[in-house]
Structures are given as C-alpha cells and as structure tokens.
C-alpha cells in the first residue's frame, strides 16, 4: 500500500476548546497543521484500525482539501470504513445522527460553526464520540497530549476519493461510502414531530421565512421545509451554501441575521421567522415583532414540549448551560423535572442524555437540542416550534405573553468584548475572581450582592470535575452577572458578560432588555472594572 510516514514534531496551539479545535483558515493550512491534528486526534482515541467513521463538514473554504487529507490519513491508520455526506457535505445534527444510526466509532466534523468562512476567515475540526456527541474532556485532553509529543503521521499517496457520488467503494483498502447528507436526517425528524400536523397549518395560510444564512442547512431546510412539509417556495432563503457564506458572518441572532429581523420586524412580515447558523446546530427564533431569545426559547419548548409526538410522555429533566437564564428552571419547577446547570459548551450535556437524566438542553447561544442526537440542533427547534405553533394556534408573540404571565419575565442579554488583548482580559478575569470572596453584601448600582463564586461542575454521571467555568454574581432580587472568557475565538481574547433579572410584575413584562437589565449592567462594570482594566467603554456585539 503506497502509505507515507511522515516525520513531524509538535505545533504549538493545538489545544481544543468549547468546541474542537478553531484556527484561521491560513493556520489550518500551514505544513503538517492539519495532518498533526488529524493523527493527534487518532492517536488519542486510541487509533483508527478496524473502525468506521463518519465524515461531514460544512462546506466552508478548505472543507473539500481537508476532508482529502482525512480520509487518506484514515486509510493510511487502516480504518474500516468512512462514511461520508455527498460532496463532504452534512450538518453537525446529522453526523450526530448518522454516527448514532450506523454505530460507527465515532465521527469527524469540518466546521468552525458560526465563524466566517474563507482563506482570511476561520477553519475548524471536532472529533464526536460513539455516542454521536463532542468528545469529553477527557478524550480532548488526550488529543491535546498527543499534539506535544507526536512525532509521525500516517496518509496514503495524494490521490483524491470521490466523494460526490453516492455509493461504496474503496480507497487503499479502506471503505468509502458516500452518503445523501439530507435523506436520514429528515427521516429522522418525521418521526420526532407531527408532520401532518405543520403541513396542515402551512396548507392553511401559515407563512414562514427560513434564512439558512448560505449555510449547511439550505439543503436541510429545502427538503423539509419547502418538500416535505409544503411550505410556500421562497420560504428558504439564502438555502445554497457557499464556500464563504456569501461573504457574511453565519451566526443566526438579531446582529448577523438583520435582514431577517428586518423583515420580521416589518410591514410584510409572515408568521414565523428562524435562521440557522454555519454547521446547522444553532438556531434564531423570531415570530411577527416578536424575538424569541435563545434562554426563553429553551424554557417555551420545555412548556410544550409535550405537544409533539416524540416528547407526548413528559421530559425526564433538562439542562442548560450556566450562563443561559434561569427562565427554564422555573418551568422544570413547575414540572416537577430536574434541571441541570453545565459549563459552556455541548460536550457538558452528552452524559446527562446517556444517562436518561435531561431529555432537552440549551444554551443562550443560540443552542437548543434534545435527546434525539447528541449536538444541538437548529432545524429540530425550528420543527419543534412549528409543532407547537400548530398544536396550540397561537402566534409567536401570544405564546411569549401566556409565557411571561405565567413564569415571568427573565429579561436577558449578552455583551461580548471582542479582540481584547489576552493579558488585559486575563488581568481583569484575574482581579476580578480575587474579589468574589469579599462581594457578598456589597451594594452596587442600586443592587445588593447575595452570592459571588467561580462556577466549578461536578458532572453526576461520570464524576469528573470540570472548574474555572466563569465568575458568577448573583443580587437580591433575581437578577446575575456572569463573566467568562470565550473558548471559540481565533484572535485575542473575547470577553463575555451575560446579564439577567427577573421580572414577575404583571406591568413590567413588556420592557425593554436594555431598560430591565440597566442596574445589573452597571453593577457588573464597576464590579469589574472592565473598561479601566481593558480600554472598551462598550462591547461589540449585544445580543
Ligand atoms: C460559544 C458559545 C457556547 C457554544 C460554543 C459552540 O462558546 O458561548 O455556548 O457551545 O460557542 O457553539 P464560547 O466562545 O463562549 O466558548
Ligand atoms: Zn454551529
């Protein structure tokens, strides 16, 4: 077998965070960067030999010479068999999914996610587990490992795979077996939700915008969407992904998705509006003037959940990540379910729904998913919602106001400070956790501090303890600050600052976010000292 060993040695900046290993395109690009992470990531699930995987990536900018490399090195550690989507193409759900359906090992997924595509833009690879969902920490400190100290790597000669036309066949001794990206993954979702149901409120007049944000679900959202379900065509927009997302920025919330807001927010505006972002895992939720945010979207869904076929017997409990409001922890109260508080980050819900202890899980970032697959999902909640929206008749803005009189209100919102030069932003994480201890009591911007602390998880299945997870300040009255540094960015540093307060007063349930959450806001700047200690007086993106 014409199998090269190729001598290497250790490239700094091979950590993974939150979610996989993200680096600029032209990093990725760099001599052995690709081939290093690749074998590293073998290496540490101990080897390839004998197993199948399955192979998706999003369809960014190096997607297609990437997806080359891997299943070369794949052949050349004599793996069984890769599964791969059409033209290396298929969403993070539907690797999920696939790797779930086909028992495989395990699975790779090319994708940065929400980040810009595009040589000056960002690349990004993630390894799932046989579960279908992001490796543990456990399994990504092992890759890390291997990334210092490995020393070869292994690929076969550079002739390239077909991997555009569907079937089975073989590249030096190794399986080949190209798979339609869409067809399982819709199946799939007939069977979670009443289809009739949602094609009977579309015969009847119910209109829809979809913006796939020239992402990896257009083909997802064509073929459900527009096929299956007989929404209106047109109902997708922007549905062909491209190598650099149309030159935009595939992160679906009211910054990045502004046409679509524009249009849900005007004189022509249908029914329901939702957008999904680069890999197809996230999801926005917009109804006519009505923006959904992601912590309430999760907690509606909880709600009513139960309205559609897939979760008719109840959920068996829910998470949601710290930083994500605590609108659905009063819904799980008032269900009599547990809800479970993760660090950031998908890989956190993985064991509880293994373990049959959360049925859904969310996160403020646009995040929200359930036990079908083991990643977030962005056309499922879309499909959920529009299960709900038909069962119950309501509007969007109908169901928010029955939501808010019932639970209250947890205003929310997300600051984001981004480029910040690592050591400022360091420093002021730094000053600030050496501060928790003294706050509570502390009276801020019209606030009294209850509790301060460094959020640290002790995960009920396997035990392990995962710490530094972000500085959380909670005040009297509901309402919380939480500061933690992203684990997904390529340049510098982005700080995050999420704010909450609870409304329950029947006449404040209409406010403003920027009004409600204006003394939280205050409390966290001086508590911080951000801009002294940074230089940024205001963030970049709010959402
Ligand atoms: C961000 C989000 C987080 C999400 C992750 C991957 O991570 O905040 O909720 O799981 O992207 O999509 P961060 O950059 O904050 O580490
Ligand atoms: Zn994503």
Redesign the pocket.
């Known amino acids: 077998m014409p199998m090269q060993i190729v001598r290497t040695s250790p490239i700094e900046g091979q950590k993974p965070?939150?979610?996989g290993l993200r680096k600029k395109t032209s990093v990725f690009k760099r001599p052995h960067f690709l081939e290093n992470y690749v074998q590293s990531t073998f290496n540490g699930i101990g080897g390839v030999r004998g197993k199948v995987l399955v192979i998706g990536g999003d369809g960014r900018y190096f997607n297609d010479d990437a997806i080359q490399v891997i299943l070369r090195m794949a052949a050349a550690n004599e793996a069984a068999r890769c599964i791969v989507g059409q033209g290396g193409i298929m969403s993070t759900p539907a690797v999920s999914h696939l790797i779930r359906k086909r028992k495989a090992d395990g699975g790779l997924i090319l994708s940065a996610?929400?980040n810009p595509g595009g040589p000056d833009a960002d690349f990004g690879l993630k390894y799932n587990g046989p579960n279908g969902g992001p490796a543990t920490e456990t399994v990504t400190d092992k890759i890390f490992a291997n990334t210092r100290d490995i020393d070869l790597y292994k690929i076969t000669a550079a002739t390239p795979v077909d991997i555009d036309t569907l079937g089975l066949r073989r590249h030096e001794g190794m399986e080949v077996e190209v798979v339609d990206s869409v067809a399982d993954y819709a199946a799939l979702m007939q069977t979670l939700f009443d289809f009739d149901k949602i094609r009977a409120l579309f015969a009847g007049g119910f209109t829809m915008r979809f913006d796939a944000m020239h992402a990896v679900t257009g083909p997802y959202a064509h073929a459900i969407l527009e096929g299956r379900l007989g929404a209106a065509k047109g109902t997708v927009v922007n549905g062909k992904p491209s190598p650099d997302f149309g030159g935009g920025h595939p992160d679906p919330n009211p910054i990045w998705a502004k046409d679509l807001m524009d249009t849900m927010y005007g004189p022509l505006a249908p029914d329901f509006g939702a957008a999904s972002d680069g890999d197809g895992?996230?999801n926005m939720i917009v109804g006519r003037n009505t923006y959904v945010t992601p912590s309430d979207s999760l907690a509606v869904l909880t709600a009513h959940a139960h309205l559609a076929p897939a979760y008719k017997d109840g959920l068996k409990g829910v998470a949601r990540?710290m930083?994500t409001s605590r609108a659905v922890d009063r819904v799980a109260d008032s269900l009599g379910i547990a809800c479970y508080e993760t660090p950031?980050?998908?890989k956190f819900f993985g064991n509880l729904l293994d373990a049959g202890k959360a049925t859904l899980c969310g996160?403020?970032?646009a995040?929200t998913g359930s036990d079908h697959v083991r990643e977030?999902d962005g056309l499922w909640a879309v499909l959920l919602w529009l299960n709900i929206l038909a069962e119950t008749g309501k509007s969007v803005a109908e169901l928010m106001a029955d939501f808010w009189a019932s639970y209250g209100r947890c205003y929310y919102s997300r600051h984001d400070y981004e480029e910040v030069e690592s050591d400022k932003a360091n420093a002021m994480m730094d000053a600030l956790r050496a501060k928790l201890p003294t706050l509570a009591g502390t009276q801020v911007s019209g606030l009294t501090v209850e509790a301060a602390d460094e959020f640290a998880y002790d995960d009920p299945v396997d035990g392990s303890r995962s710490t530094g997870q972000g500085l959380r300040i909670a005040f009297a009255g509901d309402a919380r600050a939480v500061f933690?540094?992203?684990?997904?960015?390529t340049a510098g540093a982005?700080i995050?600052l999420y704010l909450e307060q609870l409304e329950t007063a029947a006449d404040k349930l209409q406010m403003s976010p920027e009004e409600a959450l204006e003394n939280v806001r205050g409390a966290a700047m001086i508590l911080s000292d951000l801009t002294a200690l940074t230089g940024r007086t205001e963030p970049d993106v709010i959402t």
């Open positions: 965070g939150t979610s996610s929400h895992d996230r990540s930083p950031t980050g998908w996160e403020e970032s995040g977030k933690r540094l992203s684990g997904t960015g982005t995050r």
